[in-house]
């Protein structure tokens, strides 16, 4: 019987894989729909006759919808549950997405985009919740790890699914597909996932002013913006960049990106792994430099060369959010840690997935496209100093 229960513990049943795989398929498109339009901004900003300034404001746009929605969460799962907010957030992020591919112009995409980060970001605190409350504990570890993976082959596929359907539809069929499939996995999962739709936790006031004089708080914010600036910020920019300044066609810039991302599957395993041998504070600072090194070169070099680095950036950027997690969750007390999640992510999206491409888009406009990654190369390599001054809650 002993047996028997251990055998249990180790195994998740068909309940939880079906939870399992309709989270992380909605995780997957909801993080696509937010990232898809890095590899069509050369055809859009073509199309609509946008500048380069113009173009990375799209993503500032959506990433202040993103923050938002974000930090008011806790808002719609209190009142319709959590199930229901996942469902809406799929489906209203299609719809919104859909819209935005009709759009004649650019006022009209930017309001689309701000809606869809701001339905899209009301699917993760509620799709954790779920994920935690389904499964066993003794789980947790490999379900949250599949669930993870979701962003990684987000980036891995973005700009592959962009060319297939580029090949039979313009740029705006895009946005009809990816929004229709959205819309899809949301009702999906509304009508054949038996989960319970229990209620979320509003936040409040009270919680957050106890942040205000925590130290490590405001440097993990710090710390999280340089690593979003290292994956999501340049990969915004890096198509039109390929296209604008090397003379790529814009199927090789993609397939370039695509491919550059497949080694970075694995790439959180290995710095798990290091992050214990050798400690966070180290590791979150060899791979900040490292990180900055390889962003700073995307806008040196050039020829064979900056293929070769377009490879190696990615490879190391993903290597910042494990042992970041794990110093996150090492700040203040238990009780404090949901709640510094929930400020530290939204902020560090908004700057480092936002504010960073339209200064990039801007800094093109006047001729020094390049020097947008050479300037936030260097800022992510001084960066690689902030860890040491890092206080965990078992330091105090």
Known sequence: MTSSNKKNKGTINRFQILVLFFLTAIFFINFTIRIIVSPLLPNISLSMGLTHDQ???LF?????????????SGFVSSKIGHKKTIAFSAIAAGIAFIFTGLSPGLLSMRAGLFCVGMASALYLPSGIAILTSSIDQHNWGKAIGIHELAPNLSFFS????CEVILLWLPWRGVFFIIGGFSIFLGLSFFKFSHVNNFLGESPTLTAFLPLVGLRSFWIMIVLFTLGVIGTLGVYSMLPLFLVDIHYMHRSQANSLI????????PMPLFIGWMSDRVGLKPTLSAVLFLTGLSTLLVGVLTGQSIKIIIFCQPLLAVCFFPPAFAALSQIG?????????SFTI??????GGGVVPNLIGILADHGLFSMGFIIFGCMI????VIPVFLNFHQDV
Not at 60 to 71: E, M, N, R, V
Not at 346 to 351: D, K, M, S, V
Not at 381 to 384: F, R
């Open 333 to 341: 007390s238990k009780k404090m840690q949901n709640v510094i999640i």
């Open 158 to 161: 973005a700009p592959l699914i």
């Open 381 to 384: 390599c001084l960066g690689a």
């Open 346 to 351: 939204p902020i560090a999206f908004l700057f």
């Open 258 to 265: 695509t491919m550059s991302r497949i080694l970075t599957l």
């Open 60 to 72: 500032l746009i959506s990433a202040t919808g993103y923050f938002i929605a974000l930090l008011c």
């Open 55 to 57: 173009g990375g404001s």
